[in-house]
């Protein structure tokens, strides 16, 4: 039965080109929730060409690349950097779909990568794609024996995709014989084969139950992959149907509990300021029980409205490009290092560097900005505190050897640096208080008695 699934892919075998010397294998299952990624189809061609996926990138597809620092990293032979955003939404994925498009003559690659989202304008798919190979053991047994070959889906590839829409069963991360975890490109192109115990991945199965979430999660991603293609432009019954969800919970904060999506979150999406990523769309529809299809081409009928009472645990995390995350340490450390004075608040260099995710990502250099910043603002405070004491002090008393009473309104007309206002605070009072009690001066102005000795030097001018 589940190989009827795999029946029903449109797959035609391996054709020659007559404009390359490259296969022009097309690639598996285009369209459909099983589609393969791109660093699947390039395994796939270097073995076809009986070579190793790192000399199939170096000596056949570097030369059709624009960036220098893509075609060091191939010339290197080190995979790990910039390829593994190969099925990405990223403009490394961009590169490589072009320049193996041009290879092997085909135009359909980009929808083995993330790419049709980037330029759908209203679903974000940044910081999905997962930092290690998943597979399904049962996918690559059916694969073997209907194409004899395997191939890697799109699909296993996304972050919080933990289960095999076909199979309903675990995917697997590491070998089960030896647990070695695998890149998402390697030198190697084998993908049913352990490259360090030789066992067959196949031959493990992760039979622990699945949850309902991560089967809902892995049917939607796989429903919202396979309608790539025809993914529309227009945004606004998206919007439209997001306000109506809000609104029917009256409150943002009511919406945000019912759907584990934070009010901010929520609010940004709305006014636009956020594109909602993939990841937390799921969650949203999961939450309110409409199928994200629907929400974002269909307007919705909200007298079927029958949102889930109860909600799992969401943990699916966004995953920072880490040449991204080693930029932004640097650019941290070099804030840190800096000293600036006054020091810059965490929010202001958030705002400088365009990125609200510091925090999570560097605590503890976000800690020291932080740390930084709050001695700053407490040594300030404290400065003027003392400031704020000497000017009452000094006023008060010249009022008071003047003759006049020292009242809050007369000491802010002689003050230069504060205002009325500013002395409803401690330090304020205290310094008055201390006044008061260091000459005797009475709180009442009714039983206020100027000070005889400076009266009567006035008299004797
Ligand atoms: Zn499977
Ligand atoms: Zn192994």
Redesign the pocket.
């Known amino acids: 039965m589940?190989n009827e699934i795999y029946e029903t892919l449109e797959i035609t075998p391996t054709e020659l080109t007559d404009r390359s010397d490259c296969f022009a294998l097309n690639p598996m299952g285009v369209g459909t929730p099983f589609v393969e990624n791109l660093t699947s189809y390039i395994n796939r061609l270097a073995r076809a060409h009986n070579i190793r996926s790192s000399d199939f990138l170096r000596y056949k597809v570097s030369e059709f690349l624009k960036s220098a620092y893509l075609i060091s990293e191939l010339n290197n032979g080190g995979l790990n950097n910039k390829c593994r955003y190969i099925n990405s939404d990223s403009s490394v994925a961009k590169e490589f779909v072009g320049a193996i498009e041009y290879l092997v003559g085909k135009d359909n690659l980009l929808y083995l990568t993330l790419l049709p989202f980037s330029s759908s304008y209203y679903i974000s798919t940044k910081g999905i794609i997962k930092q290690q190979r998943e597979w399904?053991?049962?996918?690559?047994r059916?694969q073997e024996k209907k194409y004899e070959t395997t191939f890697d889906l799109l699909l296993w590839t996304i972050v919080g995709v933990k289960v095999?829409?076909?199979?309903?069963?675990k995917?697997m991360s590491n070998c089960g014989n030896c647990g070695t975890k695998f890149r998402v490109i390697m030198k190697d192109s084998t993908t049913n084969l352990c490259h360090n115990c030789g066992m067959k991945l196949d031959q493990y199965v992760d039979r622990n139950p699945c949850t309902e979430w991560e089967v809902y999660y892995a049917e939607k991603m796989g429903e919202l992959i396979s309608s790539m293609i025809g993914l529309s432009r227009n945004k606004e019954i998206f919007l439209e149907n997001l306000k109506k969800v809000v609104s029917h919970y009256k409150y943002y904060t009511a919406a945000a509990k019912a759907t584990s999506i934070s009010e901010t979150t929520l609010r940004s999406w709305i006014i636009q300021k956020q594109i909602p990523n993939i990841i937390y769309l799921l969650r949203f529809c999961f939450a309110t029980n409409i199928n994200p299809i629907n929400l974002l081409n269909n307007e919705l009928d909200m007298s079927k409205f029958n949102p889930r009472q109860q909600l799992p645990e969401f943990n699916e995390k966004l995953v920072m490009k880490r040449g991204e995350n080693e930029k932004y340490k640097e650019l941290l450390t070099t804030i840190i290092k800096e000293d600036a004075f006054p020091p810059p608040s965490l929010s202001e260099v958030e705002r400088r560097l365009n990125n609200r995710g510091l925090r999570r990502n560097f605590p503890d250099l976000c800690k020291k900005i932080v740390d930084r910043h709050k001695l700053y603002l407490k040594n300030k405070k404290n400065e003027n505190d003392r400031l704020k004491y000497n000017e009452i002090y000094k006023i008060g008393k010249e009022l008071y050897e003047l003759g006049i009473y020292p009242s809050w309104q007369s000491i802010a007309e002689k003050s230069e640096k504060f205002s009325l206002n500013s002395f409803k605070s401690s330090t304020a009072y205290k310094a008055r208080e201390d006044l008061f009690n260091d000459f005797n001066i009475s709180k009442s102005i009714n039983q206020y008695v100027p000070v005889p000795n400076l009266i009567n030097l006035k008299h004797e001018k």
């Open positions: 589940q399904c053991p049962l996918c690559y059916e095999c829409l076909l199979h309903k069963t995917l």
